[in-house]
């Protein structure tokens, strides 16, 4: 009986070391993603110069828009880089038309833009880029720099100026400040907070710390001949993770230009923001097994940008470990409060780095409506990793 009692009682002391070592290691790994946001965001409260020194040289940009289906869109966004302040014979706007309309096609010649025409079965953005480029090189035109845009972006009159200024004084590499125009709905809304969240850490946080920022696929400026190379490279769709792999493997900084805006239109409905999320978690974790490879020497040679990239792309999306914080958080207030305070304080540090990362001109009462909505975006992130295979195509 004795026995009996002592394997008992061993079996359910075994059982409670793995209970608490389950729980110790899973608060491990939200940690240090919580901490790496928060981080980052903290950097990201220190102001940054609003501008490089004006430049005693104008480069020739070639300003590259890929418009897919874009009629409704493209000719804004071409009108509003005709009215740059930076002289006309210095840029030329190159337009891949992909499945447009004659009409739409003729009012951008009339608008003094080049129009590749393409219709690809399995269209996609890097396709329709190195199109470009390739028509380029077989016009023998010759540029500084290429701009890439999507075909639903407008910018401000001093936005090739200030690029212009960033790359006399050295950059080779720079990210433009992508905000929304559309925040309407409450998916949209949510859409432009978070690209400011991405705004404030993976770019401005970032480069406070001497990190290089993130791309984001519009609103990049590159030198020619590094993009000329960088697309001829790109395979899928996700261009930005793919240049930032390939740039940061290089050395080569990635600056933000935090006061050079892009306006860009955000998703619409929950299935877009499904769809676009489940391209961007195939692409964040396809990068990340091809890139892995590369880490021991990345250490070895202490690139700390292509360490940090590649732990960056380990994260859950920020919906995920938010949602999953929640849960045990609440799993744990049930069957051991004790164990449950520092999940509820973990979750309340992830509320603070994102209170700081989200600027006040986003938070009012239809901000405070859409976060009703987190719920469901959770689940649908959660359905979207059972879905990734040929996303990224």
């Not at 874009?70 to 706007?93: E, G, H, W």
């Not at 207030?333 to 520092?342: D, E, G, P, V």
Request: aromatic share 14%; glycine share 4%; hydrophobic share 45%.
């Amino acid at each position: 009986m004795d026995q009996f009692i002592y394997f008992g009682t061993n079996w359910a002391n075994n059982s409670e070391q793995i209970y608490l070592l389950g729980d110790a290691i899973l608060f491990l790994i939200f940690l240090l993603g919580v901490l790496y946001i928060t981080i980052f965001a903290v950097s990201s409260l220190k102001k940054r110069k609003a501008t490089y020194p004006t430049a005693k040289k104008k480069y020739r940009f070639a300003i590259l828009i890929s418009a897919y289906k874009a009629d409704d869109t493209i000719i804004n966004t071409v009108c509003s880089f005709l009215m740059q302040n930076y002289p006309r014979d210095k840029y030329d706007i190159i337009v891949t038309s992909d499945q447009m309309s004659e009409e739409t096609n003729s009012n951008l010649i009339e608008k003094s833009a080049y129009v590749i025409k393409v219709n690809e079965s399995n269209s996609s953005k890097t396709k329709a880029l190195q199109t470009a480029v390739n028509y380029i090189k077989q016009n023998e035109l010759m540029y500084d720099i290429v701009v890439v845009l999507d075909a639903n972006n407008l910018v401000d009159i001093d936005f090739l100026e200030k690029i212009n200024d960033a790359f006399y004084s050295g950059c080779s590499v720079v990210q433009t400040h992508r905000i929304a125009q559309n925040k309407d709905t409450s998916i949209e809304l949510l859409d432009a907070v978070s690209e400011e969240i991405n705004n404030s850490i993976f770019r401005k946080g970032h480069t406070q710390l001497g990190f290089s920022a993130a791309l984001t696929g519009s609103g990049m400026a590159i030198e020619y001949d590094l993009f000329e190379d960088l697309i001829s490279q790109a395979k899928y769709s996700d261009l930005d993770k793919q240049f930032e792999k390939s740039l940061l493997k290089q050395n080569i900084y990635i600056e933000y230009l935090e006061y050079v805006y892009v306006y860009d239109e955000k998703v619409k409905g929950k299935i877009g923001f499904y769809n676009q999320r489940r391209r961007w978690l195939a692409s964040q974790f396809s990068n990340l097994f091809s890139g892995i490879s590369h880490l021991l020497p990345a250490i070895l040679k202490g690139n700390w940008d292509y360490c940090d990239k590649l732990f960056q792309w380990m994260m859950p999306p920020r919906i995920i470990l938010f949602g999953f914080i929640f849960l045990f958080a609440c799993i744990f207030t049930y069957a051991n409060w004790i164990l449950s305070i520092k999940w509820w304080g973990l979750l309340l540090l992830l509320c603070i780095a994102f209170s700081i990362a989200v600027p006040d001109y986003l938070v009012d009462k239809k901000f405070r409506k859409a976060l009703l909505i987190l719920p469901i975006l959770f689940i649908l992130m959660l359905f979207n990793f059972s879905r990734l295979k040929g996303s990224k195509k």
